[in-house]
């Protein structure tokens, strides 16, 4: 392996203010484990901004693995995860990418990431093999491309017809995937987590919290409202915008609306629910 690709295969750093449901840090360690035994591939599908790729990078710190992220949206041809024919001076040349050099790095955590939205529909048909129980495949510029000890692929995707570009996944290729699914969190775990990234006081954060909760659940027009977007509302309050500002400024929403749950929060209506599933920080 070059000194150029061990740059770039490094453990991430943690987040220390990262929770996720107790149930899914149980199952993360289970996946660890069971890698030492056979193959694992891991399908993270949830809402945008629910924390799809976090969960990945913080998975690769907190085991100790060196993370790889490719960006299956790129892919506009076969073969192209591997590397592709150059020109060079009239002359052609095989250019290997990083992808082969990350499935020969023994527990290297390797993030396909919106595995459902390639430019080209063929473009995938080479995970087959390196997911699959050979864990290996043969390109003809490179030879036998062979998965490492303990290596871990995710798959990350967004699923409904409000994603442009996105395409249902192939059967068979889902077949090879335990699924971990996330959604928002519970209002009081959010309402921390923007506490602790963004330095807002825990009244502001529970007034964002009330207004982003009855945003979510408008039974006329509900909001797909992320919690990188909470975090945003939180930044900005914290450097003095009022709650108003920091809405308009950060979401895609109507006036109206937005008026509408702020005169709610005036009166103290839209509470948010009680939490369910007990979260933890991982």
């Given amino acids: 392996m070059t000194a150029e690709y061990k740059k770039q295969l490094k453990v991430p750093e943690s987040d220390p203010y990262f929770f996720m449901p107790r149930s ?16 694992v591939n891991v399908l993270v599908a949830g809402k945008q901004g629910c924390g799809k790729s976090s969960l990945v990078r913080q998975f690769a710190a907190r085991y100790n693995r060196p993370l790889t992220i490719f960006q299956v949206g790129l892919l506009t041809e076969p073969g192209q995860l591997f590397g592709q024919q150059r020109l060079r001076e009239g002359d052609t040349y095989y250019q290997e990418f990083l992808f082969p050099q990350a499935i020969c790095t023994p527990r290297c955590a390797v993030h396909l990431e919106e595995i459902n939205r390639p430019e080209h529909p063929k473009a995938l048909n080479e995970l087959f093999s390196v997911l699959g129980e050979d864990r290996s495949i043969w390109v003809d510029e490179l030879g ?20 442009t570009g996105t395409e249902v996944l192939d059967a068979a290729l889902r077949d090879r995937f335990y699924t971990i699914r996330l959604d928002y969190l519970p209002p009081a775990t959010e309402q921390e987590v923007i506490v602790l990234k963004t330095g807002v006081s825990e009244e502001d954060a529970d007034k964002i919290i009330r207004v982003i909760h009855r945003l979510r659940h408008d039974p006329r027009n509900p909001l797909a409202i992320s919690t990188r977007h909470s975090l945003m509302v939180g930044e900005l309050v914290n450097t003095g915008a009022s709650l108003k500002e920091a809405f308009t400024f950060t979401l895609h929403i109507s006036k109206d609306a937005l008026e509408s749950c702020l005169v709610a929060l005036h009166f103290g209506i839209g509470e948010t629910e009680a939490d369910g599933e007990e979260y933890e920080l991982f």
């Fill in 24 to 39: 899914v840090i149980v199952n993360l360690q289970r996946m660890d484990e069971l890698s030492r035994k056979h193959p």
């Fill in 144 to 163: 036998l491309a062979e998965v490492a000890e303990e290596v871990i692929f995710f798959a990350s995707l967004n699923e409904g017809p409000q994603f």
